[in-house]
């Protein structure tokens, strides 16, 4: 089936440092996600890609869905404490479901 | 503006015992509801979604169901709780063709 995968598996960074993870998959994805989720929360949705190429920004994140539709980067700028948590990537498989990678998880340094 | 409300928050159940979950929207009409099962804090497993009242769809095999009794309301149900149905559980909507929305989630412990 169709799966994602998503690097690195986690990070340690230090504060003020940039932060950059990806998603690739084998199947092409007509929407890219992103999401991040903080300890006993449900994931929030932070960038959403629609189209190949596309690049987006939302503050300090910027995603871009891959041309080849079968990958996606976020990076992060300037990393704060509140950066935190499970970062996952999504792709759109159907008209009714999304599949979701692993997951990053992304620890700041104070 | 559309939420998602979902409870209880924590839940502790013995081994054995039945389970109900549920999950309710606002602010939207004939959403597509999903439940899913998160281990460990890492990945999120489809368990069930549903795209209207009664048409529910199963992803994996297990002890659980789903139920959708109203078009805003999606409950996820056990008769005999295992061990293995620990977990974080979500429950999640989306307008077809857009990303999806999270509710805050259920943390079941089965003792």
């Known amino acids: 089936g169709q799966q994602l995968n998503q690097s690195p598996q986690s990070m340690f960074i230090q504060e003020g440092e940039d932060v950059s993870m990806n998603c690739t998959s084998s199947s092409i994805f007509n929407t890219w996600l992103w999401y991040k989720q903080e300890p006993g929360e449900g994931p929030v949705l932070l960038i959403a890609l629609y189209k190949a190429g596309e690049l987006t920004s939302n503050g300090r994140l910027t995603a871009q869905f891959g041309i080849t539709r079968k990958d996606s980067f976020l990076n992060i700028s300037a990393s704060i404490p509140s950066d935190v948590g499970i970062y996952f990537c999504a792709g759109r498989a159907s008209y009714d479901k999304v599949i979701f990678g692993p997951g990053t998880s992304l620890s700041v340094i104070p | 503006s559309q939420t998602i409300h979902q409870w209880p928050a924590t839940l502790v159940q013995p081994v054995g015992s039945p389970l109900s979950l549920e999950c309710t929207v606002e602010?939207?009409?004939?959403?597509?509801l999903y439940w899913y099962r998160q281990a460990a804090g890492r990945g999120l497993q489809l368990l069930f979604y549903?795209?209207?009242?009664?048409?529910i769809s199963s992803e994996v095999p297990q002890n659980l169901s789903a139920s959708r009794p109203q078009d805003r309301q999606f409950i996820l149900s056990s008769k005999k709780l295992l061990l293995s149905d620990s977990g974080f559980y979500l429950c999640?909507?989306?307008?077809?063709?857009?990303?999806?929305?999270f509710g805050s989630g259920t943390r079941l412990t089965v003792v």
């Open positions: 999640a909507w989306s307008v077809p063709g857009y990303g999806y929305t």
């Open positions: 602010g939207t009409s004939n959403p597509n």
């Open positions: 549903s795209v209207g009242i009664g048409q």
